[in-house]
């Protein structure tokens, strides 16, 4: 158990719909990081935030926006959902930019 | 563009054999290496390598950086099934006010059999 929760574990949302992710990093840990798992694409980074700030984009489409709490708990919001979006996505986190990332169990996103 | 390449790709050796996975990369401005393991879940963190040369160990696992070749290996000794898993190399390029980005490669599936 690395100290990072997700929830849901599970979600199965149609075509078109919006969800949202939640992520709880470690205690102490400031930075957040949002990736997504799929077959053919292995891990991709999407977004990370530092303290409330986002400080770092990768692939992450304009559909999905993310933002960091004060508490330092994230969400991920995935809108207008497409089938290519059913993946796992994991959320990570740091002491600071440039630690190790500790990942939490993921969230399994199925669009049908 | 970041790139890390894992090799190889898929290996399946018996238990108690000696297994070397490699990593290489190429990124602007390297600051890190990690290693994590995937089974059905989340990685888990293995090493994290900064300085080239220096092994770091644990247990039966042991890694080390090369920063001139750009490549790092894996190492586990006396392979048990319980190592069966997907091994993850990650590259963190240099952390510019906060931004950082963690690159995978593509992962190498190790399978132990009995």
Redesign the interface.
Known sequence: D?G?TQTPKHLITATGQRVTLRCSPRSGDL?V?W?QQSLDQ????LI?Y??G?E??K?NILERFSAQQFPDLHSELNLSSLELGDSALY?C?SSP???D???????TRLTVT | EDKVVQSPLSLVVHEGDTVTLNCSYEVTNF??L?W?KQEK?????LF?LTSSGIEKKSGRLSSILDKKELFSILNITATQTGDSAVY?C?V?NS?I???????????TRLTINP
């Open positions: 690395s990072v930075s990081y990736y292995g891990l991709q980074f990370q530092y303290n700030e400080r770092a990768g994991f990570a600071r930019p440039g190790e990332q500790y990942f939490g169990p993921g | 600051r890190s990690l994590y879940k989340a990685p888990t963190f994290m993850l990650a963190i952390v006010q906060g931004a950082q980005k963690l690159v995978f490669g593509q992962g």
